[in-house]
């Protein structure tokens, strides 16, 4: 069984219990009983800080047998970019050394470990660092001293910080990463003692969700690696992306660690199958190599990669073959910062310099092979070196282009750089803590001789200093720094080059997560050279609104429009909203206009119509009125009861007059008046055709022996009290019902959603029936009264042309009742003008077109003797 085949919590356990046998004795004499073979750089000092680099990115385990003692993992693959971070801290101890206004009267040391890219290595790694690696030392009787470092600088996988944390941080040795980015590790109850110079994966999930809402990628795939890195984005990125509102996933999968064709396969193919053209990764560059060989052996183009900070620079993925396929990729990078003279401390680096321990030479010496293998041994035929000469065997580091040497983008490094001069300013603040001013118990200072590792975690909370690049450092209540990403694009140059440029930056400002994009810039991988689109549903435009699609997540919708009365005005509607009261939606949907209004207008052909009638009418009344008045010495005037009929045409002319109320847009004032006017002027034309009626009567009656007493209660006066008497009970029942509940003007919407009719209502529909029921009762008696004198001689014929115009009368107004009730709106005035013009002219024509024709046309028969005559032939 291989040691890397154990699980974690067993290989922590056996290292743990190397590290325990240091206090297994209760005497004050402690031996360590094994080392752990490790590679390392070391340099002393007053105070010595730890490292943990991965200087070399792969590890070979030995076999098991369980009957001999294992040998010690051995590491393999030299990576020239963790040697550099390794280089970069010793540059900076070397310069806080230079530096006489930083820790003046001290000089730091450190020891470098190589993790090999291996938990067991790396956990070893830290406890070495925790407890040092003497064969054996005293502990005085307190047990009190200055610890082997006083922090660590790493480590560079989340995973392993984590489980170096959960044990170092126990004795609460200050560590700061980086390149830890797992937002776990700023929980301050697991981890009190962590730092970090690097974001956390939260601020880096919540960068990404910025750069998707800022191009509108609703619709996107999530792939990460399986371990802390990301799993922890997956959930943090699910959660934030769910919470801002910003998009959907189409799928979230979980790469395998190696070269896993089956699962690989499947995973590419749901990128191909996928609508979604934006696919997002959290993993490190070798999930990414695998992915990759599996995206060209399918030939998935057409996909815009967002890449995490992890292989946003991956150099080994910025090759002509696959940026066909990553071409135009986005990516958060760490922030790049320049290190003044780091490239000439870099020059100097050779196998024999002051390395005195064959750790620290042997690194050393890996990276003179890498660099310039021909040195060491006889070089393949035609052997080149990275700058295109051949290799001699002669160079020297300035005459061949390396990585080391490229400070171009000094990014992880920049980091390292700024956590190093943490804890230096941190150890520098303590130093110089005045006596009796401190920050501890009793205003006490801490000092190396008597140092309690706390009292370092206190300073590093508090540090705050700007680096010569003009960046402020300080951590937060979890130890994060202060966030700030640069947003990266890979482009292809025309020369062929690949280059993989800054495009913009998304920091934390007081208003939440800022990003600048210079778009101008950013190069995209596909045919129309503009960003791409990616969503599940097109936007809803104004008009219509959302409907999520059952089974489906929220972005994948249908877009329906908003029924009548409603609207959106807003791309992307969840609801329709419903318009004021006196507007309705537009014919878009997407905006209120006021809704039309109906009324009996003077405007329309209708309302001109019937206007012209009334009018007409009423000039009609007024020249029979004039015919009457200038031959009103006439027989047939006078033998006609001449003061009813001028009473006649006067209530006439206001019947005409009246229906003018019924036209217009319906106010208060003409809603109260239009009944009152219409039923008073009936009731008095109705009551003048009664007594007319009655006066006829008595006459008849009269004309026979022993009638003359019935004329005294016919006389003028009389008439008119009659006329008065009866109409002011009309004039009562108006009053009492404007006084209990007074017709008023009403915006009736329920025969047109769209349309505002405007019409009076009754308020009282018994006052209203009580009304016409009165004027009915008048008509209905006027037209029995005469009916009986229909037979009358012809001296008395007025009675005929009374009964006749009753009849007219009557015909019309019981037409006008279902009329009425049946018609919507300005047709229910209509129909109620009709009546009054009708009724108006029946009587007007009935009664007096008769007497005008004799008037006017046959005078000669305008005489007393010539009607007198005529009755008494007959009779």
């Given amino acids: 069984m291989r040691w890397s085949h154990l699980p974690f919590w067993l290989q922590a356990l056996a290292c743990c219990s190397v590290c325990l046998t240091v206090f297994s004795s209760l005497s004050l004499s402690c031996k360590l009983r094994r080392q752990f073979n490790l590679n390392g750089l070391h340099k002393p000092g007053d105070v010595v800080l730890g490292g943990l680099f991965e200087v070399h990115y792969s590890s070979v385990f030995p076999e098991l047998s369980f009957t001999t003692e294992p040998n010690q993992p051995r590491c393999q693959g030299f990576d020239i970019l963790g040697f550099r971070h390794s280089q970069t801290m010793a540059f900076a101890i070397n310069e806080i ?81 980086y390149f830890a980015t797992c937002p776990c590790l700023s929980d301050r109850q697991r981890f009190p003692s962590f730092f970090r110079t690097i974001p956390s994966d939260t601020f880096q999930v919540r960068a990404m969700i910025q750069i998707l809402m800022h191009f509108g990628w609703t619709w996107a795939g ?93 150099a080994v993925l910025q090759t002509p073959r696959l940026m066909p396929y990553l071409g135009g990729t986005l990516g958060i990078a760490i922030r790049r910062g320049e290190i003044p003279g780091l490239r000439d401390f870099l020059l100097r680096i050779r196998p024999d310099l002051h390395y005195n321990n064959s750790y620290g030479n042997n690194i050393v010496r890996q990276f003179w092979e890498y660099t310039f293998p021909c040195r060491f041994a006889p070089p393949p035929a035609g052997w080149v070196m990275a700058g295109g000469d051949l290799c001699t065997g002669q160079e020297d580091l300035e005459s061949v282009e390396t990585e080391l040497l490229d400070v171009s983008e000094l990014r992880p ?6 956590a190093v001069y943490a804890l230096a300013y941190a150890l ?50 979890n130890g994060d720094a202060l966030p700030i990403y640069d947003i990266m694009n890979w482009l292809l140059l025309p020369d062929g080059r690949i280059k993989v440029e800054s495009v913009g930056e998304v920091k934390e400002s007081a208003k939440g997560e800022e990003l600048t994009l210079d778009e101008d810039k950013i190069f995209w991988n596909f045919e129309s050279k503009q960003p791409p689109r990616s969503v599940c549903s097109e936007s809803c435009p104004p008009g219509t609104r959302m409907a999520r699609k059952k089974g489906q997540p929220e972005c994948c919708f249908d877009c329906i429009p908003c029924s009548e009365g409603k609207i959106s005005n807003e791309t992307d509607s969840m609801e329709c909203t419903s318009c004021p009261e006196d507007f309705w939606s537009s014919s878009q949907r997407d905006h209120c206009v006021p809704k039309k209004t109906e009324f009996l207008s003077y405007q329309e052909p209708l309302g001109i119509c019937l206007t012209t009638t009334s009018l007409l009418g009423t000039f009609i009344g007024a020249v029979v009125l004039g015919i009457f008045i200038f031959n009103r010495s006439t027989p047939m005037v006078r033998a006609n009861n001449s003061e009813l009929s001028f009473l006649l045409l006067a209530s006439l002319k206001l019947c005409f007059l009246c229906s003018l109320l019924f036209i217009g847009r319906p106010r208060l004032w003409t809603c109260q008046l239009r009944h009152a006017a219409f039923g008073i002027s ?194």
């Fill in 413 to 418: 490094e920049y980091n390292v750089y700024k």
């Fill in 222 to 314: 999530l792939l990460v690696s399986d371990d802390d890195y990301g799993l922890h984005a997956a959930r943090s990125f699910q959660s934030d992306l769910a919470q801002s509102g910003g998009g959907c996933l189409a799928y979230s999968e979980i790469l395998p660690w190696g070269n896993d064709p089956s699962e690989l396969g499947r995973i590419v193919d749901l990128i191909k199958t996928s609508t979604a053209r934006v696919v997002i990764v959290f993993a490190h560059e070798t999930h990414m190599i695998h992915l990759m060989e599996e995206v060209v052996r399918q030939n998935v183009t057409g996909r815009q990669w967002i890449a995490s900070e992890a292989w946003t620079a991956a």
């Fill in 97 to 177: 050394n230079m530096n006489t206004n930083l820790l003046p009267n001290v000089t730091l040391g450190y020891s470098l470990y190589d993790n090999c890219a291996t938990l067991g290595i790396a956990f070893r790694a830290s406890l070495s660092l925790a407890s040092g690696q003497e064969e054996q030392f005293l502990l005085d009787e307190t047990c009190e001293g200055v610890p082997p470092v006083l922090g660590i600088v790493g480590d560079s996988y989340s995973t392993f910080t984590i489980a170096m944390s959960s044990v170092i941080g126990l004795y609460k040795l200050p560590i700061v990463s």
């Fill in 682 to 875: 009936f009731v008095l034309c109705v009551s003048c055709i009664l007594v007319k009626t009655m006066v006829v009567l008595a006459v008849f009656k009269a004309s026979k022996p022993g009638g003359g007493g019935s004329l005294k209660w016919f006389g003028a006066v009389q008439q008119r009290g009659t006329v008065m008497v009866l109409t002011s009970i009309q004039a009562a029942i108006c009053i009492a019902w404007l006084v209990s509940a007074s017709p008023a003007p009403y915006k009736n919407t329920q025969y047109h959603n769209d349309k505002i009719v405007y019409e009076c209502v009754v308020g009282s529909t018994v006052g209203f029936a009580v009304l016409l029921g009165y004027i009915g009762l008048l008509a209905i008696l006027s037209f029995l009264l005469a009916f009986l004198a229909r037979n009358l001689p012809d001296n008395f014929n007025e009675a005929k042309f009374i009964t006749f115009s009753m009849l007219i009368f009557c015909a019309v107004w019981v037409a006008f009742v279902p009329a009425y009730v049946n018609s919507p709106g300005k047709y229910a005035d209509a129909v109620e003008v009709f009546a009054i013009l009708a009724s108006s002219f029946g009587l007007l024509v009935a009664l007096f077109g008769p007497k005008c024709f004799i008037i006017l046309l046959r005078p000669e028969r305008n005489t007393k003797k010539e009607i007198m005559g005529r009755g008494i032939a007959k009779s």
């Fill in 428 to 477: 520098d603040d303590m130093l110089r803590c005045a006596p009796r001013r401190g920050p501890f118990s009793g205003h006490s200072c801490a000092s190396l001789q008597r140092l309690e590792l706390w009292q370092l975690v206190h300073y590093l909370q508090n540090v705050n200093f700007t680096t010569s690049f003009g960046d402020r450092v300080s951590f937060d209540e």
